[in-house]
């Protein structure tokens, strides 16, 4: 059974910093791209960054581009999302997500709201 769990949000002030992690489980994780979506208030998912499972291709939404870091560790099947130069527009439910050839799965997701 694959399991996806996120952790690492909460609330931050602008220009503030957030590291999110997520936790991979029943998977290969090392054969797998990794994505990180995110859900504001009222909107639909969207994407955010993704990984390869070497690491040496990463991809980012125009919005986030120079301020977050997506990374992975293979050897402990963790994703992660340094956000750094939070703003007020980056509030929202962030989600992990891979595809097999399978299924698509989805973490439960981490709340970050970006407020003074």
Not at 90 to 110: K, R
């Amino acid at each position: 059974q694959v399991q996806l769990v996120e952790s690492g949000g909460g609330l931050v002030q602008p220009g503030g910093s957030l590291r999110l992690s997520c936790a991979a489980s029943g998977i290969a994780f090392d054969s797998y791209a990794m994505f990180w979506y995110r859900q504001a208030p009222g909107k639909e998912r969207e994407f955010v960054a993704s990984i390869i499972s070497t690491s040496t291709i990463t991809d980012y939404d125009d919005s986030v581009k120079g301020r977050f870091t997506i990374s992975r560790d293979n050897s402990k099947s963790m994703l992660f999302l340094q956000m750094t130069s939070l703003k007020p527009e980056d509030t929202a439910v962030y989600y992990c997500s891979t595809s097999t050839h399978e299924a698509t799965y989805w973490g439960q997701g981490t709340q970050v709201t970006v407020s003074s």
